[in-house]
C-alpha cells in the first residue's frame, strides 16, 4: 500500500496540471499556487521523495480530488482522461528517446537559477520552459492536443503557460511510471487507487 499511496501523489500531480493546462486554455488565466506547484516540481529533479517534488501533500489536494472523482467515476471533464492518457503515451515516447531526454535535462537545468532567483511562475522562466517544450517533447507523436478558447491560443504568453505546465505533467508522468505506475492501476487496481486517494485526502 506504501507504493499505491506514493503513487497516486504523482497521478494527483499529472491530474492538477492538466486541470490547469484546460483553464488556461479556456479562460487565459492559471491558479496562481497550483501554477507554481507544478512548476517547481520541474525543477525538483533531485528531489528524495514524491512528497518532496510537489512541496506537500496539502499541494496537491485538488490534484488528488481530481484522481478520486475519476477512479469513483464522479468526474464531469471527459477531456482531462483523454489528456492524462495522451501525456502518458508521450511520457513512453520521451524516456525512450535518450537524446531528447538529455536536451529537457539540460534545459531545465539551465533554467533552474533564474527560476531560484525570480520564481519558477516568472513570465521569462514559463517563456524558457515553454519553449523547451516546444523544441522537444512536442515533436513527438502521439502530440498532445490542447483544445480551448481560440482567443487565448493565440496569445503566445498563453501558449508558453499551456507547454510549461505540459513539461510539469510530463514530469509527473515520469515520476508516476518510476513509482511502478502502469496503466493496470486504472484497470484492475480502482478500488486500492481509491483507499491510497482517500487516505492521503484524510
Known amino acids: 500500500m506504501a507504493e499505491l499511496s506514493e503513487r497516486v501523489l504523482a497521478l494527483a500531480g499529472l491530474a492538477q496540471a492538466l486541470a490547469q493546462v484546460r483553464r488556461i486554455a479556456d479562460t487565459g ?86 527560476a531560484q532567483r525570480l520564481g519558477s511562475s516568472h513570465p521569462d522562466v514559463i517563456a524558457a520552459l515553454g519553449t523547451l517544450y516546444a523544441d522537444t517533447l512536442s515533436h513527438l507523436r502521439p502530440r498532445v492536443l490542447v483544445q480551448g478558447n481560440p482567443h487565448y491560443l493565440g496569445q503566445p504568453g498563453v501558449v508558453a503557460e499551456v507547454r510549461a505546465v505540459l513539461l510539469a505533467a510530463v514530469r509527473s508522468a515520469v515520476l508516476w511510471r518510476q513509482l511502478g505506475g502502469s496503466y493496470w492501476d486504472f484497470l484492475l487496481r480502482k478500488r486500492a487507487m481509491v483507499d491510497a486517494t482517500e487516505a492521503r485526502l484524510d
Open 29 to 114: 488565466q492559471a491558479n496562481a499556487s497550483v501554477l507554481e506547484t507544478a512548476l517547481e516540481s520541474v525543477f525538483r529533479i533531485d528531489a528524495s521523495s514524491p512528497t518532496a517534488v510537489y512541496g506537500s501533500v496539502a499541494q496537491l489536494r485538488p490534484g488528488l480530488v481530481l484522481v478520486q472523482d475519476y477512479f469513483t467515476s464522479r468526474s464531469h471533464d471527459e477531456h482531462l482522461p483523454r489528456l492524462a492518457l495522451a501525456v502518458l503515451q508521450l511520457e513512453r515516447r520521451f524516456v525512450q528517446d535518450a537524446a531528447m531526454a538529455d536536451k529537457v535535462l539540460g534545459g531545465i537545468r539551465a533554467q533552474a537559477d533564474q
